[in-house]
């Protein structure tokens, strides 16, 4: 075949996202397209040389001769690949090398990411709805392209099946049609599905372990070994094997998602076995019965099934497995040998994808290992357990809605019924009064948002107003109250037996502001874009990047020695995009690429457990979600609503933001605290003293013995503690996370 020129493909993709940044969109969604065309046929030539080499060279069989048979077919077939490839291939193989981070991109589908918003703003919208269905099928977890599409649901000149994935695994459509199928006993459609998608499965096997022959585009230069010829083929076969064998999963993990659905290949032949028989055909099911061995050799079950299909056929008509699978085990089989060799004998790492690679294949010291890191793992579940073993509630009436379980994580609870309806009146009221005061409770954009206004009142000001008399001091003390309770309720779940103080108590409302309002931003150029979010804490300046998210009404003005940004930003609700809080952790930094949470200032490090007590619902959005540390995958959801009150550990393990509110008001007391003494709540302790003396004050104006029963809502009978001087007032700084909302999204958005 003569060489078809293929363009590199990050070449293509590096013009195409700088075309996409300079907001050339036909040249973007050009280069895009032929990007992902390279990637294709890239793809489509290591396949087709792999097939052809291993035709010519097959591998050496058996860890016996592996050493003598290893040197020759080895080289012969990485030279049989170049030689094809590069017949294959203009310009050569080697200038198809990407980097890690461009192959990441295109695993992960981002390029369709990028070409959705230049369809978009072609107005070609059937190809931006396919590209944005496209990226969201393998990124389900990724919450502004969730927007988007329900966005393009609604959208009337969207037709749904325009909602195609251009990149769809056919076993996988095949596989879930079968199974629907197999669930419904249809077993003659479930039949001819499962069968589509076993064949799919085996040939998209073939396809991912074609790509895990070399060339390689980056042999592991960080291992620093210095090996002689012998042990750098070694290794590289092992590699080699162990790709191949990783494809086992990759076939198995449906676009999207995280884990792969258990051993895929064996239960298509379990259930094509049932349905088979089902349908009464015999022959066929014993067939399966009997590859189904290959992997299960001592399956009770399934011999029980094997005995009745050979009485039903008659002992003399011979069963054998399916050949295609014989194969497929025997060459796993092989492989495993020689990984599980490499693993015993030259130290290297295998994560076995399979449950059924038979015991005597893996050597004893793995084994050992292995019945290890269970011990520790079960270890660690009983002391998750011990830690979230709840005490008895310090209330009657409160219900526990939800558990850690139920919201799939760690420490996390929902109690209903800790506020009455009159009481979250009663405190509604309070943050009206208090706004209309002006003072402590003055409405601004909010530090996240400036879709929304942002009011907080700490329990001190509170009692301030109440004591000027801008509030009903009742509503004041029902807020030192509610607060009181919640720690009570958190303390005896969470923390039996350990003393929790507050920390902060923040009584906050978000308002969705409505369209009309709009405003420009003026950032001397010194600031650079990417460093505006520090300058955030000043109340005029916004944080520029989650405003005027890139490109759409950001512009720049230059002047000789300055040049300034503009951003032109309406608070419109129509197609918002961001959150009204940004995913964040409440005692750390979340960093979402690094997995990890830095627990340093300026995050409250010492908070332990957070707590949100809601007031209301009759807003639009609003709703409280829980992610893994990525950020991105949501977890768990918890909907506002008066007396709901919401608490977590406040560390790594829970990661939450809010959803946009896009109509009315939502309030709640947001509660934190902290076992650590010094760092309990100053505010408080003079806002009860504040209470203190306002209670005398009452109880002289009444002329009657009513102390006794106003005291009762003191917060127990602590002694005021001693604090280090820190200034809740002020959480509202910019933390490190908060700027990273939608990781490694960059989009247009202004004809949302
Ligand atoms: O209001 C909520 O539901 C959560 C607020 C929050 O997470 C915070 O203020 O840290
Ligand atoms: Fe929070």
Request: glycine letters at 6%.
């Amino acid at each position: 075949t003569s060489p078809g020129r293929l363009v590199p493909y990050d070449l293509l993709y590096a013009d195409g996202v700088r075309a996409y940044l300079a907001r050339d969109w036909a040249r973007a969604a050009e280069l895009l397209q032929r990007a992902l065309h390279s990637y294709a046929g890239l793809r489509a030539a290591r396949r087709a040389c792999r097939a052809a080499c291993a035709r010519e060279e097959p591998f050496p069989a058996g860890p016996g001769r592996w050493e003598a048979a290893l040197l020759g077919p080895v080289l012969q077939r990485a030279g049989c690949l170049q030689r094809c490839l590069g017949r294959r291939l203009l310009p050569a193989p080697s200038a198809h090398r990407a980097s890690r981070a461009v192959r990441r991109d295109f695993e992960r589908r981002e390029p369709y990411n990028y070409l959705q918003v230049a369809f978009f703003q072609l107005k070609k919208l059937d190809q931006a709805v396919s590209a944005a269905h496209t990226f969201f099928v393998a990124n389900p977890q990724h919450l502004q392209m969730r927007e988007d599409i329900e966005k393009y649901q609604r959208m009337s000149g969207v037709k749904s099946n325009s909602f195609r994935d251009l990149e769809a695994m056919p076993h996988w459509e095949a596989y879930e049609a079968g199974v629907q199928h197999y669930d419904a006993d249809e077993y003659v459609l479930a039949m001819a599905k499962l069968e589509e998608s076993l064949t799919e499965a085996l040939s998209a096997l073939e396809d991912c372990r074609a790509l895990c022959e070399g060339p390689w585009e980056d042999e592991d230069e960080e291992k620093d070994m210095q090996p002689g010829l012998y042990e750098a083929i070694a290794a590289h076969y092992i590699q080699v094997l162990k790709c191949r064998q990783q494809c086992v999963l990759e076939i198995a993990t449906k676009p999207g998602r995280i884990s792969a659905t258990e051993d895929f290949i064996p239960s298509h032949l379990d259930l094509l076995q049932f349905a088979y028989n089902q349908v009464g055909n015999q022959t066929l099911a014993a067939e399966c019965a009997a590859s189904y061995l290959l992997f299960y050799p001592t399956d009770e079950p399934m011999l029980e099934k094997m005995k009745q299909y050979r009485t039903e056929l008659g002992e003399d008509t011979a069963v054998t497995a399916r050949q295609n699978i014989q194969h497929y085990v025997q060459r796993s089989l092989m492989e495993k040998k020689l990984i599980y060799y490499s693993v015993e004998h030259l130290g290297e790492t295998f994560n076995d994808p399979d449950l059924w690679t038979p015991d005597e294949l893996i050597p004893e010291n793995l084994k050992e290992k292995y019945r290890e890191d269970q011990e520790k793992q079960k270890e660690e579940t009983l002391d998750m357990e011990e830690r979230e073993k709840r005490g008895p509630l310090p209330f009657e009436g409160i219900a526990v809605t939800m558990d850690s379980h139920q919201m799939n994580g760690t420490q996390r609870v929902v109690f209903d019924r800790v506020l009455t309806e009159s009481e979250c009146k009663d405190l509604l009221r309070l943050t009206k009064a208090a706004g209309e005061a002006g003072d402590g409770y003055r409405a601004r954009r909010s530090p996240h948002t400036p879709h929304e206004r942002f009011e907080g009142l700490t329990v001190l000001k509170a009692m301030q107003l109440a004591q000027n008399g801008d509030v009903d001091w009742r509503d004041a003390k029902l807020l030192l109250q509610a607060s009181e309770k919640s720690r009570k309720i958190i303390e005896s779940y969470f923390t039996p037996g350990k003393k929790l103080h507050f920390s902060f108590t923040h009584l906050v409302c978000r308002t969705a502001v409505d369209g009309k309002e709009s405003f420009i931003l003026l950032v001397p150029v010194s600031w650079r874009v990417s460093s505006v979010p520090a300058m955030c804490s000043q109340e005029t300046v916004f944080c520029l990047l989650s405003l005027c998210p890139f490109f759409s009404d950001l512009f720049f003005l230059e002047t000789e020695n300055s040049h300034i940004h503009f951003c032109n930003f309406s608070g419109q609700q129509e197609g918002r995009m961001d959150l009204s809080h940004p995913v964040h952790a409440d005692n750390c930094l979340l960093d979402p690429e690094g997995q990890e949470c830095w627990k340093e200032p300026p995050a409250y490090v010492y908070r332990d457990y957070s707590g949100i007590l809601y007031l209301n619902d009759d807003f639009q959005g609003g709703g409280l979600f829980f992610t893994e540390v990525d950020t991105v995958t949501v977890t768990a959801e918890v909907h506002p609503k008066c007396g709901r009150l919401v608490a977590f550990s406040s560390g790594k393990e829970n990661p939450h933001g809010v959803w946009a509110v896009s109509r009315g008001r939502r309030c709640a007391i947001a509660l934190w605290y902290t076992h650590s003494r010094e760092h309990a709540e100053q505010e408080r302790v003079k806002a009860e003293e504040l209470m203190e003396q306002k209670a005398v004050e009452q109880d002289q104006l009444d002329g009657e013995k009513r102390r006794g029963t106003d005291r009762s809502s003191r917060s127990s009978s602590e002694p005021p503690v001693h604090n280090s001087g820190t200034k809740p007032a002020n959480r509202r700084q910019k933390s490190g996370s908060d700027s990273k909302q939608h990781p490694k999204v960059l989009r247009a958005r202004d004809e949302f």
